[in-house]
């Protein structure tokens, strides 16, 4: 069983920035791609970004440049950088954890970016 924990979300203004944080526990064994999905209201659930390791990272077109995801792969925890907020961004951010066929998501947390 995985479980997976996120914690950072909040109200920010545009322009901002905001820092995710998520824990993966349970049978987790060597490095798994992890990553942050998001879902906005009326809105199917979205890829944000990945990372298989260190330094093999994707992002979506829409935050390139803004967004910076990490990892600690002994901690089993992925961050997620978010600068420049834009009103777009807000949505509920899911950490995942891909387990050969199997995706783990998180409860989810809120971004709210906003005046």
């Known amino acids: 069983q995985v479980q997976l924990v996120e914690s950072g979300g909040g109200l920010v203004q545009p322009g901002g920035s905001l820092r995710l944080s998520c824990v993966a526990s349970?049978?987790?064994?060597?490095?798994?791609?992890m990553g942050w999905y998001r879902q906005a209201p009326g809105k199917e659930r979205e890829l944000v970004a990945t990372i298989r390791d260190g330094t093999n990272t994707n992002y979506a077109d829409s935050v390139k440049g803004r967004f910076t995801i990490s990892r600690d792969n002994t901690k089993n925890t992925v961050s997620l950088q978010m600068n420049s907020l834009k009103s777009e961004d807000t949505a509920v951010y899911y950490c995942?954890?891909?387990?050969?066929?199997?995706?783990?998501w998180g409860k989810g947390t809120l971004v709210t970016v906003s005046s």
């Open positions: 995942n954890i891909r387990i050969y066929l199997k995706d783990f």
């Open positions: 349970g049978l987790i064994f060597g490095i798994n791609p």
